[in-house]
Each structure stands twice: as structure tokens, then as C-alpha cells.
């Protein structure tokens, strides 16, 4: 055996290999075994990745079909139907004939139900003559058959411009509830101008109109100014200021000189002048004055405004995230101000429109017909979308048009309606309800390929990590 001490270069000696029957190798000179030049890693095994187009195309209709169940569209649609058959028990069941057939409902209960079911059909078919055609008065000619829908889209024009100045204000975070108090103001600068100034017919309305705008704007960003500058709740601040606006248009009212009607002690201004009265569309027997066309026009010009213009794609950054909209740079602050500044112009719009269109012979503090809280209502089933408001803002004018026929053809209490407008809003601000009533898919919920293909990449990269 040699003693010489090992060097480094030497050779390495492998330790004694084993035979197949299990003794040592006793061989003299054991096999001399270099250092292998690098070493050999076993490679981890290939996985394969899942194909995610494959996913995708073997379930596009399914895709489609999720999306389309869970967008907005079927959504309002849906509160809308449900709300028509809750308004359609209450009409059954206040019903006096079928309230009698009742009585005896487990001996005959065909009488019971053909009574609910004329009560009902009754109702919704008086409602349909009142605000799209007057199939009834066919015979009288084709301005009677369509005078319902006119009457609908008068019905509809405030309130659609009205539902602009939530849906605008909704675009940017902010709950423009004093659309009472910014139609007060509207009207009234609107009216003065109307009564006050001998001015040539086209300018005249126009100028109403511009000041109406204005005036409304400037006490919706007085709540905007109040939000963005000492951080007080616009809700709060636009409730408060439609308190204001009432009573100090109802002090105007009440006091000679100001608003008042020269010569009548009742709360009421001057008429307006014939110069400053937007003219009927059609002419009689047709109410639809060309305020629609400006409403027309106001939804045109909020859709380009939301989403075509910077300042609109600012108010969209603001109403997502205030604070990341803040860190790149926008100045939130003057956003909200000109946002409420907008807002209250639209319903500056709407209160100026009653004045000069719907209420021509003098204005009370009542001018606003309840149009600011309405437009709440449009606005959410519009979806904060100006086309969408404009849509909502129809069926809504079809609801007042329609509710009074049904009142005085079938006897139903107009309340009704009310009640299935507040169902609309409940289903709207509740869609886990509705999609729970009607069992429809959850908001980006993925399909059972998709959680496996998931599961199935989670596995395999854990797998590839451990392996590493």
C-alpha cells in the first residue's frame, strides 16, 4: 500500500464496488475513476401548458351567453317585468270583482281568476292606449291613434334631462339628490327672463333657457364646492340646499315686486311671454313642444362629453379610484366642482323646459313636480349611461302618461304606478335578488373548464418549484 501523502491532482479512488451477489470487490488494483468535467443534473419533466384558446373555443356560446345574462341590459329588463307583475297583484287584489269571486274562490275558483286576469289585462292594456297608441279612438284618425306617444315623449323630456344631471354626477362618485332645488332656481331665472324682457321670438326662449342652465349650475356647484373644499357629504349639502331654494323661491313668491304676479296675492309669477315659449312640434291637438329636441341634444352632447372628451375621461378616473386618480396627477377637487357644475346644468335644463314648455302661465314652488326625485329613478335604471337614461327616461314618461288612463278607464288608483316604479328601483339597487329570482349567473363567475385549466396550471407550477 503506498504512504504517499495524497496531492490534489491525484487521482480519485472510488470506494469498493459491490458484486450482483452481494460480496466486495477484492481485486488488487482498484479501477482508477476521474473527476468528472461537469456535473449532471437530471432535468425536471416537461409540462406541458394548457392551451387557454382551446378553453375558449370549446365554450364561446356559454361565454357569451354569461355575459350577456349578467350586463345591465338584462338586469333592467328584468326589474322592470318583475315590478310590472308585483303592480299586477296589487291591481288583483284591490280589485272589488275580485275581491267578491273570492269569497268563494274553493267552489269556483275559474271565476276568481278570469276576474284577477281582467283586472289585470285591463290595467296594463289602459296603459298601453294611454302612453304608445289609442287603438280605441283608431276610427278618429292617425293624430288620435298617435297622440299617446307625443304625450308619453313630453312626459319624458325633463325627466330625461333631469337624469343626466344624476347619471353625470354618479360618473364621478358623487349623489346629486338636489335636483328639487337646482329646478327652483332654473325655473325662476328662467321665468324671469321669460316675463321681464321683450326680447325677438327664437332669442327670447333661448336666452330663458341659457339663464335657466346657468342658475342651476351655479347651485349644483355650490355643492360641489362645499364637497371638494371642506369635505362635506354632497348628499347631505344638496338636501339641505333644496330646503334653501324652496322656501326662499316661496318668500319670492309671496312678496310684490319680486316674483309675484302683479295685482294676485296667490304665490304665482307672471305668465310668460309668447316670445319666450317653446312652440309645439306638431302643432294641435299635440302638447310635444321642441324641449324634446333640446333633451335629444343634451344626451348627445353628455355622451361626447363622458366618453369622448379629456375632462370626461377625468371624471371617469375620479368616480374609479379618487385616490389613483389623485397620484397621476388630476386635481379631484376642481373634477368635483365642475362635475356638480354639469350636473346642476342639466337640471337647470329640465327646470327651465317647465317653464317654457309644460307651465306657461305662471310658476308656483311646485314647478319641479317632483322631476328631481324622479330623475334618481331614471338615472339608476339608465345605469348612469346617458343613453341609457335617455331610454329609462321614455318608459318613465309612459308611466305618467299611461297611469292617468288607467286611473279613469279601469278605476285603478294611480298609486300603482308609484308603486312599480319604487319596485324598479328596489330590484335595480338589489341585483343579487334578481339574479337569485331568476337564477342567473354571478358577475364574472368562470365556467367549470376554466377553474380546471386553473387548478390544473396551479398544480403543474407548484410541481416545477418543488422539483427546482
Request: aromatic residues 10%; charged residues 10%; contains cysteine.
Amino acid at each position: 500500500m503506498n504512504d504517499r501523502p495524497r496531492d490534489a491532482d491525484d487521482p480519485m479512488e472510488p470506494a469498493a464496488q459491490q458484486h450482483p451477489g452481494g460480496s466486495p470487490d477484492s481485486g488488487d488494483a482498484p479501477a482508477v475513476v476521474h473527476a468528472p468535467e461537469a456535473a449532471e443534473v437530471a432535468a425536471p419533466a416537461v409540462v406541458v401548458p394548457t392551451d387557454d384558446r382551446q378553453v375558449e373555443q370549446e365554450d364561446p356560446w356559454g361565454s357569451a351567453f354569461r355575459r350577456i345574462m349578467g350586463g345591465n341590459l338584462v338586469m333592467a329588463v328584468l326589474a322592470i317585468v318583475t315590478s310590472l307583475v308585483v303592480g299586477g297583484i296589487l291591481i288583483a287584489a284591490t280589485d272589488e270583482r275580485v275581491q267578491e269571486t273570492s269569497g268563494y274562490f274553493f267552489a269556483r275558483p275559474g271565476d276568481t281568476l278570469a276576474a284577477a286576469w281582467d283586472a289585470v289585462g285591463g290595467a296594463y292594456w289602459a296603459l298601453f292606449q294611454g302612453s304608445i297608441l289609442n287603438v280605441s279612438r283608431a276610427d278618429a284618425g292617425f293624430a288620435q291613434l298617435i297622440k299617446p306617444l307625443t304625450d308619453t315623449l313630453n312626459f319624458a323630456t325633463p325627466l330625461i334631462a333631469a337624469g343626466l344631471g344624476v347619471a353625470i354626477a354618479f360618473r364621478v362618485g358623487l349623489f346629486n339628490i338636489g335636483g328639487r332645488g337646482q329646478m327652483l332656481w332654473a325655473a325662476a331665472a328662467a321665468g324671469w327672463v321669460g316675463y321681464s324682457f321683450a326680447l325677438p321670438p327664437v332669442l327670447h326662449v333661448l336666452v330663458a333657457i341659457a339663464a335657466g342652465i346657468a342658475a342651476g349650475a351655479i347651485w349644483g356647484g355650490i355643492a360641489g364646492a362645499f364637497k371638494a373644499y371642506t369635505g362635506a357629504h354632497e348628499v347631505i349639502v344638496t338636501i339641505m340646499l333644496n330646503f334653501v331654494a324652496l322656501w326662499f323661491i316661496t318668500w319670492m313668491l309671496r312678496t310684490p315686486g319680486l316674483l309675484q304676479n302683479p295685482g294676485s296675492n296667490n304665490p304665482i309669477s307672471p305668465p310668460m311671454a309668447e316670445t319666450a315659449v317653446l312652440p309645439s312640434i306638431f302643432g294641435p291637438p299635440f302638447i310635444l313642444h321642441w324641449g324634446f329636441v333640446l333633451s335629444v341634444a343634451a344626451v348627445i352632447f353628455c355622451s361626447w362629453l363622458i366618453n369622448r372628451s379629456n375632462i370626461g375621461f377625468q371624471f371617469r378616473a375620479v368616480g374609479y379610484n379618487a385616490n389613483a386618480a389623485l397620484n397621476a396627477g388630476m386635481d379631484v377637487k376642481r373634477l368635483t366642482v365642475y362635475a356638480m357644475l354639469f350636473a346642476g346644468g342639466f337640471m337647470g335644463l329640465a327646470g327651465a323646459q317647465q317653464v317654457t314648455g309644460a307651465v306657461t302661465t305662471g310658476f308656483t314652488s311646485g314647478i319641479d313636480a317632483g322631476i328631481g326625485f324622479d330623475a334618481i329613478t331614471v338615472a339608476l335604471l339608465g345605469g348612469s349611461t346617458p343613453w341609457g337614461t335617455f331610454f329609462a327616461g321614455l318608459l318613465f314618461g309612459a308611466f305618467k302618461a299611461g297611469g292617468f288612463r288607467m286611473q279613469a278607464a279601469e278605476g285603478v288608483p294611480i298609486d300603482i304606478i308609484l308603486v312599480v316604479q319604487s319596485f324598479i328601483v328596489l330590484f335595480i339597487a338589489a341585483p343579487p335578488l334578481v339574479r337569485a329570482m331568476f337564477g342567473l349567473p354571478q358577475p364574472g363567475r368562470k365556467s367549470r373548464r376554466q377553474l380546471r385549466d386553473e387548478a390544473a396550471i396551479s398544480d403543474a407550477t407548484k410541481a416545477k418549484g418543488a422539483q427546482s
